[in-house]
């Protein structure tokens, strides 16, 4: 790998973390409010309709701007709306804010990539940053869980801190500060050289431009597919990240603390996924993981019925003094395995979808029409689970709903792959 690349991926981790430990502090914050279900998926919904409404403005100004600047820029955002949620903003709005500096942020993020490194070498560079991200994961929402928990609140309700006055505060201004040393990181990314022509002082032109790029990328025959599962795929994994939480409060009992916990297990199989991925899978070869999506609809649907009523009361593992109860050591691998087929499954999705819209368009182009669809996806799967929250549907047959419909549309897209398959030489394209 090229120098530089390390840092790009270190510089990930660490806003990655923040991202994730950011989620947990501000359901606590709601909670602290006393908000109700229904707001959680709202506070996403916030967050993601900036990656929507500025799509066709993101990618110019990724493409305007060195890429480390870009990032540099969106993480000191992101600081700020942490800053807004302990100065007593509602965290719906200032979670927007976040959402305004992730949607500059994603871009720059994958478009530096193909800046960087050869098209061969992009599954590898998406493993290593997919395995980045999933290591953050774990890590965020740990120190997230951990944040809020009992023994932080009697800390802060002893120490009398300025503008803290929950734990839930203390765990944003945490957030804040790794946002901050994340930008810091950014610094040290080094000028790839690329450049292109500013066009942020033409917004009509970057809209109609945008449409043709959606339309360029949505006509191509391996694209296609490629941003079909991907876009399923990223809505579904933002739902089921508030559905894990809330799984594992009514099937297994958790606290939101150490339910946490529970989704940051699942990033360990994510991890262990992309690494499969990079080892097993070349780009020309990419394809090959479609029958993979189906399995992981699959496998979200088993889940569901996972309960710790499965098990007799009491049971479980001695460690010492405590009591490890069986429904929450064997949901373990149930979370890894979930995790472990989503990452073998997303990473060569994204290197063929990156390696091809970097072919027909630019990479801040491509990678911002990518993110249009993506959360697009997340916006309507979170306001169907919004719907299904206020019509008080228990959330074992949520996830059933979001896992058949996945296993179907990843099934519906393994049929159109091998319908173009017989039209196109696939392999040729990723090879041009």
């Known amino acids: 790998m090229k120098k530089g690349f390390y840092t790009i991926i270190a510089a990930q981790f660490v806003s990655s973390l923040a991202d994730n430990a950011l989620l947990i502090a501000a359901i606590a914050l709601l909670s602290v409010i006393k908000s109700a279900a229904w707001v959680t998926p709202l506070l996403q919904i916030f967050f993601t309709i900036s990656y929507v409404l500025l799509a066709p403005f993101v990618g110019a100004f990724a493409d305007a701007l060195q890429k480390r600047h870009v990032m540099f820029i969106s993480n000191a955002l992101k600081a700020s709306g942490c800053l807004l949620m302990i100065a007593g903003v509602h965290p719906m709005i200032a979670y927007g804010v976040v959402g305004f500096g992730a949607a500059a942020y994603s871009p720059a993020k994958y478009g530096i990539l193909t800046e960087l490194l050869p098209a061969a070498k992009l599954v590898k560079a998406n ?6 991200t999933v290591l953050s994961t774990i890590v965020g929402t740990m120190l997230g ?3 809020i928990s009992a023994v932080v609140e009697r800390f802060v309700a002893h120490a009398h801190l300025p503008l803290i006055g929950s734990a839930a505060d203390l765990a944003m201004f945490a957030v804040m500060l790794t946002y901050a040393l994340a930008a810091a990181i950014n610094v040290f990314i080094p000028d790839t050289g690329a450049r292109y022509p500013n066009r942020l002082t033409e917004p009509k032109k970057l809209v109609s431009d945008f449409h ?16 079909w599962v991907t876009t399923l ?8 990240q508030l559905l894990v939480l809330k799984w594992a409060n009514v099937n297994l009992g958790l606290s939101l603390s150490k339910a946490a916990v529970m989704q940051g297990v699942t990033g ?5 996924g992309a690494a499969g991925a990079a080892a097993l899978i070349p780009l020309r070869q990419s394809l090959r993981v479609l029958p993979i999506g189906i399995l992981t609809g699959a496998v979200a649907i088993a889940m569901a019925f996972y309960h710790k009523d499965l098990f007799p009361a009491g049971a479980g593992l001695h460690v010492g003094a405590h009591v490890l109860p069986f429904y929450i050591l064997f949901a373990y691998p149930l979370m890894i395995v979930l995790g472990a ?4 499954f997303i990473a060569p999705m994204n290197a063929i979808l990156q390696h091809r819209g970097a072919t027909l368009l630019s990479a801040g182009h491509s ?7 993506q959360n697009l996806a997340v916006l309507l799967m979170l306001g169907a689970y919004a719907l299904l929250l206020t019509a008080q549907l228990p959330a074992q047959w949520i ?3 979001f896992g058949s419909f996945i296993t179907l549309m990843m099934w519906l897209a393994k049929r159109r792959s091998a319908a173009n398959e017989r039209v196109v030489d696939m392999r040729a394209m990723v090879e041009e």
């Open 145 to 147: 869980g951990a944040l």
């Open 127 to 132: 493993a290593w940053l997919e395995s980045a």
């Open 367 to 373: 990678i911002a029409v990518q993110n249009f669809n």
């Open 399 to 401: 996830i059933v709903v």
């Open 233 to 240: 795929l990223w809505g579904a994994a933002v739902t089921m």
């Open 268 to 272: 360990v199989g994510i991890a262990l």
């Open 341 to 344: 087929l989503s990452g073998f």
């Open 212 to 227: 043709h790029c959606f339309h360029v990328l949505w006509a191509d025959k391996l694209a296609q597919i490629a941003l």
